[in-house]
């Protein structure tokens, strides 16, 4: 006897998740990844955010799709390349969607 999947129970969603800057009507996705979770990210990309700024943004990962608020932290300029880290202000239920 074999069971069937439960199909109340959607598939959490699996890929890499992309973070676009929201302004305006558009997106731009001018930062790569590092890591991120429910509370914040860290990414890679230009320096063009102030310490305390806050950003519209739009989380993809495959088909799922959420916006989210998040603040400026900190930067890390030691290295070759800059990194921004941000924490999430209004943790949408749709990041559950990404997070579990």
Excluded: Q
């Amino acid at each position: 006897m074999s069971a069937l999947p439960d199909p109340s129970i959607a598939a959490a969603p699996t890929g890499p998740i992309t973070v676009a800057v929201l302004g305006g009507d558009a997106a731009y996705d001018m930062f790569e990844v590092v890591t991120i979770d429910i509370a914040g990210a860290v990414l890679r990309g230009p320096l063009l955010f102030e310490i305390s700024e806050e950003l519209g943004l739009r989380l993809t990962r495959g088909a799922t799709v959420a916006t989210t608020r998040g603040r400026v932290t900190g930067h890390d300029t030691s290295g070759a390349v800059i990194v921004t880290t941000l924490v999430f202000i209004d943790a949408a239920p749709e990041l559950k969607r990404f997070f579990g």
